[in-house]
């Protein structure tokens, strides 16, 4: 089997090209093509099949992660989106859960109130009622009203639409008809149908979650389409896989009716490559340090295992997506960060980043702002005379001194120590988020291996782990691809889920098997879509519980066999350990049902290191040299190759 792993960064394309028969590895890098992401990464594709001596059509799968879809979200840029709910819920995307950013402030913005998913003026509602428990229809739907409700979005011009119904995941029924009837008014409208997307209770955050879809949804089906129309009209025979949130992987149509499982996809990947390469250097415990261009993600896995958030957690740019998502924090710490000095007289830097185009000043691009990149070229620790991408990127050093120099000069330092003060700003930076996803959730640091990734983060992980007393440090086989290593250390991954919302102690089984049969039928089907079966297909099943009286749930994977005999209790058991894993104690407490879910898990062939790998930065002999550098404020001089492995040395 022949796969690609392909991650799209703000600065740079990363690609890994296996052959699982022969034991192939070869690896490149290219610039990212902001203005259209998928042309850089097919350029990448058929680049890295020509370095390994194949073509786009000999490859079996094709497994990508993206930020699009993030990117959106953070920057405010997605779709003109309409609504149609039920008569009398029209302002719950704006009543939200009365949750603020900061506590105790009484001057702030609360994202989804600035900046609407939805604009109120396209919150249309029709009269319609489903009841719960059991879904029955208290007033019917009139096809008439949704008929010119949809009309009404037709002249407002917008380009998706979202159906967010009360208690359509009991009953579909009328979100069903109200979708047909859009599809008549609205052809080339995206919609965006909440039992379709995520048929859970909980209005606001399932209303929140499927009009996030559609506010990325125009954008990211487009470019999932594009990407995949121009690796089929290249020869690739089969659907590109896309890295979720909940580190499985998903194919290109799925990923298109779906975007918003897509929102973490990058930073995901780059954790998953960290545990793969943990696990080849004999570690479990490990905390990712992957730094990019742009941002730099922070993960910890305990056991080498991965973290889920709790799904009433799962926001991102503010606004609540309740979709399985891997816990990672991304920080705007990368090599691209620009370097300022801001109004109030603050040494800042980042968030905002010199991207691929133009990039860092010493790129030659004609940036002119100071970034972190041209920090580490100032100080000697990026050699200029080897440059990026295997040596066909030079780097100008003489270009990051006269960035530096206006930072400098608005500091009062030398443009030396301003570039050393900046270094050590995303240090602790980087320190900080560890301690959030680390110290603060009960890990100590000092019982994990730090993993250094990304194109930059071999350059601070030493400090890092210093600052921290992390006993060790791994630096993978070529880093700066860790996270598109990591797309192909994953298996792919389907969810289905539904809500139950039945007590253990009142059971129906016939119910609940019925419900998980359901799911089970859809897991086994888009799994045989993806070309698993067999031993190669799992499916799984695991439902969200809570004690009686508790607002929120747990997640845990339920005992086998049927639904029946002492079932009841070693769910409740299971439920009780899971609690306690979470909370650090359990009760004696009635437990419920809430939401029920089925996996459905291909597994792919698992990913080894060869000897040796072909691609660019494969020296054919090491070379040697010294070469004048500065690490802290005192030390000057030149520094051997082995300097920077003692400095690894100190930190082991």
């Known amino acids: 089997m022949r796969r690609i792993g392909v991650d799209v960064g703000g600065t740079f394309t990363d ?110 509602t029709v009269r319609e009622r489903v009841t719960a428990p059991r879904g029955e229809v208290l007033v019917p739907l009139d096809d008439d009203e949704v008929r010119e409700r949809a009309r009404e979005l037709a002249r407002a011009g917008v380009e998706a639409v979202s159906v967010c119904l009360l208690h359509a ?40 979650t499927v009009s996030l879809n559609a506010y990325v949804g125009p954008k990211v089906s487009r470019y999932v389409e594009r990407l995949d129309g121009a690796v089929r009209e290249a020869g690739f025979a089969r659907d590109v896989q896309l890295m979720q949130s909940s580190g499985g992987t998903v194919g290109a149509a799925a990923a298109s009716a779906r975007p918003v499982s897509l929102l973490m996809s990058g930073p995901v990947a780059g954790l998953i490559g960290g545990i793969w390469a943990g696990r080849l250097a004999g570690v479990d415990s490990v905390i990712t340090l992957d730094m990019g261009g742009t941002s730099a993600d922070i993960g910890v896995a305990p056991g080498g295992e991965l973290r889920m958030r709790h799904l009433v ?122 301690e959030l996803n680390s110290v603060r959730r009960g890990y100590d640091p000092r019982d994990f291996t730090l993993v250094a990734a990304g194109g930059a983060g071999p350059l601070f992980a030493c400090d890092v782990a210093l600052e921290l007393e992390i006993p060790r440090v791994l630096v993978p086989p070529h880093p700066g691809i860790t996270s598109a290593t990591g797309l192909l250390a994953t298996d792919v991954v389907h969810e289905f889920v539904a809500t139950a919302m039945q007590p253990l102690a009142r059971l129906e089984p016939a119910r609940l098997e019925a419900l998980f049969a359901g799911l089970e039928a859809q897991a086994v089907e888009q799994l045989g879509v993806d070309g698993f079966a067999g031993e190669r297909a799992i499916v799984t099943r695991l439902a969200d519980c809570r004690y009686t009286g508790q607002g929120y749930e747990v997640r845990f994977e339920l005992p086998g066999g049927p639904i029946a005999g002492d079932w009841v209790e070693r769910c409740a058991e299971a439920f009780h350990r899971a609690h306690e894993r979470e909370y650090g104690q359990r009760f004696d ?21 060869p000897e040796a790998a072909a691609g660019s930065g494969t020296p054919a002999r090491p070379r040697r040299g010294r070469s004048p550098s500065r690490w802290t404020a005192a030390s000057r001089g030149s520094t ?13």
Request: charged share 20%.
């Open 15 to 124: 690609l890994i090209l296996v052959d699982d028969e022969t034991g192939l590895i070869a690896v490149d890098k290219v610039p990212s093509t902001p203005d259209d992401p998928a042309r850089g990464t097919v350029d990448g594709i058929r680049r890295v099949c020509e370095r390994a001596g194949s073509t786009v059509a000999d490859l079996d799968a094709i497994l990508h992660g993206t930020t699009v879809a993030t990117n959106i979200a953070l920057t405010h840029t997605g779709a003109e989106v309409g609504m149609i709910t039920t008569e009398g819920f029209r302002d719950i995307l704006h009543i939200a859960r009365h949750k603020k950013p900061f506590n105790f402030s009484l001057y702030q913005d609360l994202p989804w109130q600035a900046h609407p998913l939805v604009k109120r003026r396209h919150r249309l």
């Open 313 to 434: 957690d799962t926001a991102v740019a503010g606004y609540q997506a309740m979709v399985p998502m891997v816990d990672v924090d991304a920080i705007g710490a990368g090599g691209g960060s620009i370097v300022h000095v801001d109004r109030g007289g603050v040494f800042r830097v980042g968030p905002a980043s010199a991207g691929a185009d133009p990039g860092p000043a010493c790129y030659g691009r004609g940036g002119t702002d100071a970034t972190s990149t041209d920090a580490q070229v100032l100080l000697g620790r990026l050699r200029p005379d080897r440059g990026l991408l295997g040596g066909e990127m030079t780097l100008d050093p003489a270009l990051s001194r006269a960035a530096f120099e206006p930072v400098g000069a608005a500091l009062g330092l030398p443009v030396e120590e301003a570039a050393l003060g900046a270094l050590q700003i995303q240090k602790y930076s980087m320190t900080q988020a560890i």
């Open 169 to 208: 995941y009991l009953n579909p029924e009328h979100e069903q008809r109200v979708a047909a009837i859009l599809r008549e008014e609205l052809p080339e409208a995206y919609l965006s149908v909440s039992h379709e997307v995520l048929p859970l209770y909980r209005e606001y955050e399932r209303f929140s």
């Open 640 to 652: 051997p190759p082995s300097t920077t492995a003692r400095r690894s040395a100190r930190a082991t």
């Open 589 to 609: 407490s009635p437990v419920e049902i809430v939401n029920v879910r089925v996996t459905g898990v291909g597994l792919v062939p698992p990913l080894g290191w």
